[in-house]
């Protein structure tokens, strides 16, 4: 059976096809395709991270209001809390999660005296605990959470290192200058 492409034969398609520039377009194809399917997959990761940057952000956000919102807590309240700020990593995994929560009251100078402290997954946030001295009188506090997040790229992680985020939350009582510790 002869193969019918306005040719001859397939041999002289084939001459034809080699002496034209129709095979260019297939060639230039061949060749980006592998720079294109590389970029792809970056496009990826880096749509992940911002994603998980800004779901670091929330995270902080939604531990320091639901903390902020109690005269006291206890570790029930607290494992909520927690449970809580995790959920709005959804639909990711929670294995690069840390969590600092912690309730500070100031003393007579303005310096911040810890009440309680809460860090699962991560050393606590000393940095931004001492950040805060001069903030406030006497007798009023403040709860500081900080969420970090390790991510490793899909695809990238043969060219890069995991990547951090880290968000730190500051918030005041709403019902109360502090809140304390119940149990």
């Not at 059976?1 to 520039?21: A, Y």
């Not at 209001?65 to 109690?70: A, E, W």
């Not at 639909?91 to 999660?97: A, K, N, Q, R, S």
């Not at 005041?172 to 200058?177: E, L």
Request: a negative charge; charged letters at 20%; hydrophobic letters at 45%.
């Amino acid at each position: 059976m002869m193969f019918k492409t306005g040719f001859k034969s397939i041999e002289s398609f084939s001459r034809s096809w080699l002496k034209g520039e129709d095979g260019v377009a297939i060639m230039e194809a061949a060749m980006l395709f592998p720079v294109m399917l590389v970029l792809m997959m970056g496009v990826f990761d880096l749509g992940n991270g911002i994603s998980l940057s800004e779901k670091t952000v929330t995270s902080s956000q939604i531990a320091a209001d639901l903390v902020s919102r109690n005269r006291t807590i206890d570790s029930a309240g607290l494992t909520d809390i927690i449970e809580g700020s995790k959920l709005a990593f959804e639909p990711y995994e929670l294995h690069g999660f840390g969590i600092d929560i912690v309730s500070i009251r100031f003393d007579e100078n303005s310096n911040p005296e810890i009440l309680w402290r809460e860090t699962q997954g991560m050393s606590p946030n000393d940095v931004a605990v001492a950040s805060v001295v001069g903030l406030a009188g006497e007798g009023e506090g403040m709860i500081i959470v900080t969420v970090k997040y390790s991510y490793s790229p899909l695809f990238s992680k043969f060219f890069t290192d995991d990547l951090y985020f880290t968000e730190v939350a500051f918030s005041r009582g709403r019902r109360s200058p502090t809140v304390t510790w119940d149990g």
